[in-house]
């Protein structure tokens, strides 16, 4: 079964600095998908970022971008110039492609916080 | 166009009643999942519904869960006999098809009291 593991539960940076959030992930898969989702206080999920594990180039959305570390099967999000409004719960998702359900395994999450 | 909506937006219950739980997916989508998070706590996986293919029913907790789903339209996710641990956010997410992105709803908080 796949596993995946965000190591910080919360993370606190000033408004415009750059943060790091950490996620490693654990399968025996060569082809598969990583998320990243935002969840602030409405509930709502929110699509961030995606990765294709046979994608060698780091995906990028405006000022997320992800560090795919394919081998140590690791995916850390790079928040850029952080604003207000980055102020959620951030989830890191694993789903492999495969026959039948195409879940999403997540992590148990990241509180970020950005302060004024 | 509309995004995924849930109904109730939060239900409070007494511990041995039944609950049904409502997700309307975005129209053309036919893959559709229901997931649980508990507090504090990242999604748990319990139910896909693909087309008319039978369901993945793999990550339902007991059998005290149960879902159904029409065609491609409208799911409803029944827990019987409730228990305080049933106390958790159930969200319901659509893709157009498999592999694609999960569109989620806002989810409903369940309270078993």
């Known amino acids: 079964a796949q596993t995946v593991t965000q190591s910080q539960p919360e993370m606190s940076v000033q408004e415009a600095e750059t943060v790091t959030l950490s996620c490693t992930y654990d399968?025996?898969?060569?082809?598969?998908?990583l998320f990243w989702y935002k969840q602030p206080p409405s509930r709502q999920m929110i699509l961030v970022i995606r990765?294709?594990?046979?994608?060698?180039q780091n995906a990028t959305e405006n000022r997320f971008s992800v560090n795919f570390q394919k081998a140590a099967k690791s995916f850390s999000l790079k928040i850029s110039d952080s604003q207000l409004g980055d102020t959620a719960m951030y989830f890191c998702?694993?789903?492999?492609?495969?026959?039948?359900?195409?879940?999403?395994?997540f992590g148990q999450g990241t509180r970020l916080t950005i302060n004024p | 166009g509309a995004g995924v909506s849930q109904s109730p937006s939060n239900k409070v219950t007494e511990k041995g009643k039944d609950v049904e739980l409502r997700c309307d997916p975005i129209?053309?989508?036919?893959?559709l999942y229901w997931y649980r998070q508990r507090l504090g706590q990242g999604l748990e996986f319990l139910i896909y519904?693909?087309?008319?293919?039978?369901?993945?029913k793999s990550g339902l907790p007991s059998d005290r869960f149960s879902a159904e789903r029409t065609g491609e339209s409208v799911s409803t996710l029944t827990i019987q006999r409730t228990q305080q641990e049933d106390s958790a956010v159930y969200l319901c997410?659509?893709?157009?098809?498999?592999?694609?992105?999960?569109?989620f709803g806002p989810g409903t908080r369940l309270t078993v009291t």
């Open positions: 997410a659509s893709s157009h098809e498999r592999g694609s992105e999960q569109y």
């Open positions: 399968t025996s898969e060569n082809n598969y998908y």
């Open positions: 990765q294709e594990a046979y994608k060698q």
């Open positions: 998702a694993f789903m492999k492609l495969n026959q039948g359900a195409q879940k999403l395994v």
């Open positions: 129209s053309g989508h036919t893959a």
């Open positions: 519904f693909q087309g008319n293919s039978a369901p993945d």
